[in-house]
């Protein structure tokens, strides 16, 4: 499979507790981001990278949230302390800067994240 | 406040009829507009492109048009089936920056 993929696909854990997410894009993808999404909304912007460099993080991303890109291939994303607002499905999409015009975000699976 | 709008937020329809979703942004300038479909559970799929100079374009049973002057995208769904129920959303592609998302619509089909 030459898709996105994202480890894991479900995740159950404790409020307190920490939790690391991981994404592989697309080989060639030069950009990957991370998104949240709740039930009935859209994806939520989180943060995204171009190459191991991260050009952007919301404001809405408090300091618990940290995500990181070391080689410019995987990606992770680590939630501290969670809580139980952080219960959402976690996308990661990756994209190519080549080719402009056709720019396309081609998305994982998502990991779904329920903090008890 | 969001570049990209997105309305209605649902729709409820009879299977075999049509709908139009609508999509309005602020983006400029940009290199495309995709419409996505996400199935409950599952990561979003691109369903159509359009680049600035493009009006409309097919896939199936989906059509999209694009009007660049009102700053206005359509999705229409020719006679839907209950496999159409889905979320539906606006993706604009800036020149410069990173994808703007709608927040979707919610479409379900009813038998």
């Known amino acids: 499979d030459t898709g996105v993929s994202q480890d894991p696909r479900h995740k159950i854990t404790k409020r307190g507790q920490n939790v690391t997410f991981r994404c592989d894009p697309i080989s060639e993808h030069n950009r990957l981001y991370w998104y949240r999404q709740t039930l009935g909304q859209g994806p939520e912007f989180l943060t995204y990278?171009?190459?191991?460099?991260?050009?952007?993080k919301s404001r809405l991303l408090s300091d618990r949230f940290s995500a990181e890109r070391p080689k410019g291939s995987f990606s992770t994303l680590e939630i501290q302390r969670t809580e139980q607002g952080d219960s959402a499905m976690y996308l990661c999409?990756?994209?190519?800067?080549?080719?402009?015009?056709?720019?396309?975000?081609?998305f994982g699976q998502g990991t779904r994240l329920t903090v008890v | 406040k969001n570049q990209v709008e997105q309305s209605p937020q649902s729709l409820i329809i009879l299977e075999g009829k049509n709908c139009t979703l609508q999509c309005n942004y602020t983006v400029s300038p940009f290199s495309n507009l995709r419409w996505y479909k996400q199935d409950t559970g599952r990561g979003p799929v691109s369903l159509t492109i359009m680049t600035f100079s493009e009006n409309t374009k097919s896939n199936g049973r989906y059509t999209a048009t694009l009007d660049a002057d009102t700053k206005q995208s359509s999705l229409h769904i020719t006679a839907s089936q209950l496999s159409d129920s889905a979320s539906y959303i606006c993706v604009v592609s800036p020149w410069k920056g990173k994808f703007q998302f709608g927040a979707g619509t919610q479409v379900v089909v009813t038998p």
């Open positions: 999409a990756s994209s190519s800067t080549n080719h402009r015009e056709q720019a396309e975000a081609f």
């Open positions: 990278f171009q190459n191991e460099a991260q050009l952007e």
